[in-house]
């Protein structure tokens, strides 16, 4: 039986369909990820106009039946259409990664009835319109954005990064302990808890298999013998430490008016071999525990 339901939602891709239609996929705040038919989308003169163009925010009523995946639209109003996230390549890169990464982890409108996740889609939403309005005026700085979008997103999502407490005895981070951090474990261990230190692959490099990646890139390595004994960890600067908690608790805004020094952000742009960059750092942990093939997909060089 089709019923009619009305939502808001972001249009994360949207590709063609036969001759005259479009299939488009899209994120809302109550109804998770969505893939509806709009047809005669294609069409000189056509109904739904840019509501239905990549990154635009519109409110849609479709026709939702228990035995199908995709629905029908009927209808479309624009809400908001990001003009500006197309004018600059690096803002449209952002963007796009940003939406990449909600498509392969958003559930779909039938998996949406229960779950911790699911409960937080609304708040997902919002981080994801308020990150697109950021872009949107933004003129540099992107990979500190979608950084930072990432890290919350992936809280959101359940998987939010200890750094201010040791994961194993819990005592907060004082501004002189030494410091690793474990993306498998999500989070900081102090001097005593992090004998020992693992290497973590770059971005798009030595991740090719989904399935053996949590064991075989980031299998601990025992630097200090046979005693170690409390996890992995990768050492971090107290300025990395510091640059990771202004990417997860500060706004979106205020990021992009005070971005983080480039060598704070990504050691090896500023030459600084043997050391892990935030940035990896953080694609590693949300492709440990959310997306497997997100170091892949992502390449900040792009951007």
């Known amino acids: 039986m089709n019923r009619i339901r009305r939502t808001e939602a ?3 891709r949207s590709a063609r369909h036969r001759e005259t239609s479009k299939l488009v996929t899209l994120f809302s705040p109550d109804a998770g990820k969505l893939v509806v038919l709009a047809k005669g989308a ?11 163009e990549q990154f635009a925010v519109s409110k849609v009523i479709y026709y939702w039946h228990q035995e199908r995946t995709v629905y029908i639209i009927s209808d479309a109003e624009l809400v908001h259409a990001f003009p ?3 004018l600059i390549p690096g803002r449209f ?4 990664q940003i939406a990449e990464f909600l498509l392969r982890t958003l559930r779909s409108h039938d998996q949406t009835s229960s779950g911790t996740a699911v409960q937080h889609y609304p708040q997902l939403y919002r981080l994801t319109l308020a990150y697109f309005d950021v872009l949107e005026t933004a003129t540099g700085g992107f990979p500190a954005l979608v950084g930072s979008f990432l890290l919350k997103a992936a809280s959101f999502l359940g998987f939010r990064p200890e750094l201010r407490r ?15 951090f474990d993306p498998e474990r999500g989070g900081v261990l102090c001097s005593k808890c992090a004998p020992y230190t693992v290497a973590v692959p770059r971005a798009g490099e030595g991740v090719r298999r989904t399935g053996q990646m ?16 409390y996890g992995s960890g990768v050492k971090l600067t107290r300025t990395q430490l510091a640059t990771l908690s202004r990417l997860l608790y500060s706004p979106g805004a205020e990021i992009a008016k005070a971005l983080p020094d480039e ?3 990504d050691r090896r742009a500023a030459g600084s071999a043997g050391e892990t960059d935030c940035l990896t750092l953080i694609l590693t942990f949300v492709s440990l525990h959310l997306d497997p093939l997100l170091l892949n997909s992502f390449n900040w060089k792009s951007l």
């Open 93 to 96: 890169l952002a963007a796009a």
């Open 84 to 86: 500006g996230l197309t």
């Open 263 to 265: 060598e704070r952000l």
């Open 214 to 229: 949590a064991s075989d890139a980031l299998r601990p390595r025992n630097r200090w013998g046979p005693t170690a004994q």
């Open 42 to 52: 294609r069409r000189p003169r056509n109904k739904f106009g840019a509501t239905l």
């Open 166 to 180: 040791c994961l194993r005895c819990r005592k907060p981070i004082s501004d002189a302990d030494a410091v690793a």
């Open 10 to 12: 972001v249009c994360l």
